[in-house]
């Protein structure tokens, strides 16, 4: 008997009845908390045999884990890969200045609210977490499948300082997204660039651009 059936009072099989039930609405939070627990069994697990420990205090945080390898405290903020109907979202990446198809995170907290000054605390901040981790399970059916990125290099949203709620997710690893953990960890560490991927990306298209010699009126 595992504790929560204690805690909730009833067995199992009533618990996963209930969910296999729920509306979708329900079914889909669930599945933002096992993504959670995804990444504390597979990558802490992992991690710690190369000194990692996790660090993460009691409480209600922006983040969802504080990891220390010796060499400094890192923030992560765990999210589920995108899906509607069971599917994982595709989009074009054109429409967020990138060139190639991407997958999609919605990066926002939980609860709704206002500061007092009519500004929305739902959205993250970009300095309220170090590195995003998206479980990839909708689209690889694997639950020990992360991609990442810093918080630094995520699309900006209509406030100072404010994450886009929608973020594209680079289908393979990239200059901005690796799908290793430690990776992530060294850029975070080393890689100075204050752009997001999407700055980048548009200013490499100019660079491309201008590379390309004009036809000369007598050429056309």
Do not use: C
Not at 37 to 57: S, Y
Not at 110 to 120: E, I, L
Not at 151 to 164: H, T
Not at 196 to 210: E, G, Q
């Amino acid at each position: 008997m595992h504790e929560f059936e204690g805690i909730i009072g009833a067995p199992a099989e009533m618990i996963l009845e209930a969910v296999h039930r729920a509306p979708e609405l329900t079914r889909r939070m669930l599945r933002g908390v096992i993504a959670d627990a995804a990444f504390r069994q597979f990558t802490i697990r992992d991690l710690t045999k190369f000194g990692w420990r996790d660090v993460t205090p009691i409480g209600n945080f922006a983040y969802d884990y504080v990891l220390d390898d010796g060499a400094g405290a890192i923030t992560i903020q765990v999210k589920l890969q995108r899906s509607e109907r069971g599917t994982p979202v595709v989009r074009q990446g054109a429409r967020y200045g990138l060139s190639e198809p991407v997958h999609i995170v919605e990066t926002q907290k939980t609860r709704t609210g206002s500061d007092g000054q009519n500004n929305k605390t739902r959205p993250y901040r970009f300095d309220e977490f170090d590195i995003l981790a998206v479980s990839m399970q909708p689209s690889t059916s694997r639950w020990d499948q992360f991609m990442y990125s810093l918080s630094r290099w995520l699309l900006r949203g209509r406030n100072i300082g404010e994450i886009a709620t929608l973020q594209p997710v680079a289908m393979t690893p990239n200059d901005f997204w690796t799908d290793d953990f430690r990776t992530a960890a060294r850029w975070l560490r080393t890689d100075n660039r204050k752009n997001t991927m999407t700055d980048s990306n548009l200013r490499a298209k100019k660079a491309s651009n201008k590379s390309i010699p004009r036809k000369s009126w007598n050429d056309r």
